[in-house]
């Protein structure tokens, strides 16, 4: 069995919350459904707001993990129109 590829990488570790969350959003929304994201962001309540777009869009993480001085998040994208 071989590991989806990361298609997409946002490093908001040096954006606002809201950055990160708009950029994701513009990149993510051209791939097709099942496309896996990575999100690097750099405190609890970026955390958590990512978390909310991705569950309010119909994504999926597979994957939140502390990554030295970052939270690391896997986002499958949803197939859910304008997701």
């Known amino acids: 069995m071989t590991s989806p590829t990361i298609v997409l990488t946002v490093d908001g570790t040096l954006l606002t919350c809201t950055g990160a969350i708009a950029r994701l959003e513009k990149e993510f929304s ?3 459904p099942g496309t896996l994201a990575r999100v690097l962001v750099n405190d609890v309540p970026s955390r958590i707001d990512v978390r ?3 569950d309010r869009k119909g994504h999926q993480i597979v994957h ?3 990554q030295g001085e970052a939270f690391e998040l896997l986002i499958a994208k949803g197939d859910r129109p304008g997701a």
């Open 30 to 32: 051209v791939l097709p």
């Open 52 to 54: 909310a777009w991705a």
């Open 64 to 66: 939140d993990a502390r």
